[in-house]
């Protein structure tokens, strides 16, 4: 699915490989089947696999937000972008149990020995955590992360990266989840769009880094926003 969702593999092909792989697991007799696997089996009899093969994903990704689309800075001007905003995300993970238990949370007891460990650390000198009487019982460490990842002729002299952003739950990732299930992609952009800021006006980074401050300073409050991040209110329709 991951490589028909990148547009790597068609959908007649995924349904065909998908439907071997039901039968040579019921010709083993496992007596195990794989419930998604099924489904994209049974897409091999549609008069159109390509329908069934989205249905699909969207059904799979239906607990997961939508990408926002934000105007920022470029070196090409103002223009749309979309992000992943964390706040989202972590809002629609605490809304599904399973997903919240396989990539934020897996296992609560691990949060007062967490902060008993960190409380005395200096990066916490401080910190506001310290003035909230439930710090050890509520609060979760996630973890930001930048780095270049080559995204266009991969291994080839001609390669190109872009600077990729994710964030993480720690618990989860110290628990040795799968990464792939615990880090969330926000943003990415090429180097060679990124404006540089010009006196008071931010640049692109400044933009985006204002960006991520409200939306995690949202996930500390535990409140849905009221503003988008540069403080004007959200219209609510009735």
């Known amino acids: 699915m991951e490589e028909?969702?990148?547009?790597?593999t068609s959908a007649a092909c995924l349904a065909k490989f998908a439907s071997c792989a039901v039968k040579d697991m019921a010709a083993a007799r496992e007596g195990f089947l794989f419930p998604k696997l099924d489904k994209v089996a049974a897409a091999h009899e549609s008069s159109n696999v390509a329908r069934c093969m989205?249905?699909?994903?969207?059904?799979?990704?239906?607990?997961?937000?939508?990408?926002?689309?934000?105007?920022?800075?470029?070196?090409?001007?103002?223009?749309?972008?979309t992000m992943l905003l964390p706040h989202?995300?972590?809002?629609?993970?605490?809304?599904?149990?399973?997903?919240?238990n396989a990539s934020i949370l897996p296992d609560s007891s691990k949060?007062?020995?967490?902060?008993?460990?960190?409380?005395?650390?200096?990066?916490?000198?401080?910190?506001?955590?310290?003035?909230?009487?439930?710090?050890?019982?509520?609060?979760?460490?996630?973890?930001?992360?930048?780095?270049?990842?080559p995204v266009m002729g991969v291994g080839k002299?001609?390669?190109?990266?872009?600077?990729?952003?994710?964030?993480?739950?720690?618990?989860?990732?110290?628990?040795?989840?799968?990464?792939a299930e615990v880090m969330f992609y926000t943003w990415g952009i090429f180097e060679k769009f990124v404006a540089k800021m010009e006196g008071s006006s931010p640049g692109t980074?400044?933009?985006?880094?204002?960006?991520?401050?409200?939306?995690?300073?949202?996930?500390?409050?535990?409140?849905?926003?009221?503003?988008?991040?540069?403080?004007?209110?959200?219209i609510v329709s009735k």
């Open 4 to 8: 028909f969702a990148a547009g790597k």
């Open 54 to 81: 989205y249905t699909l994903l969207q059904q799979e990704s239906a607990c997961m937000p939508a990408l926002v689309r934000l105007e920022i800075p470029f070196s090409t001007g103002n223009e749309l972008t």
């Open 88 to 100: 989202e995300y972590f809002a629609a993970a605490y809304a599904n149990t399973t997903l919240w």
């Open 111 to 149: 949060l007062e020995s967490f902060w008993q460990t960190m409380a005395l650390h200096p990066m916490m000198l401080g910190h506001p955590w310290h003035e909230r009487p439930d710090g050890r019982q509520k609060c979760l460490p996630l973890a930001f992360h930048g780095d270049e990842v």
């Open 157 to 179: 002299i001609w390669s190109r990266a872009a600077l990729v952003f994710s964030w993480f739950s720690i618990l989860a990732q110290g628990l040795g989840n799968n990464s």
């Open 205 to 234: 980074m400044e933009t985006f880094w204002l960006v991520m401050k409200w939306s995690f300073t949202c996930i500390w409050h535990g409140t849905w926003p009221t503003c988008d991040w540069r403080g004007c209110r959200h």
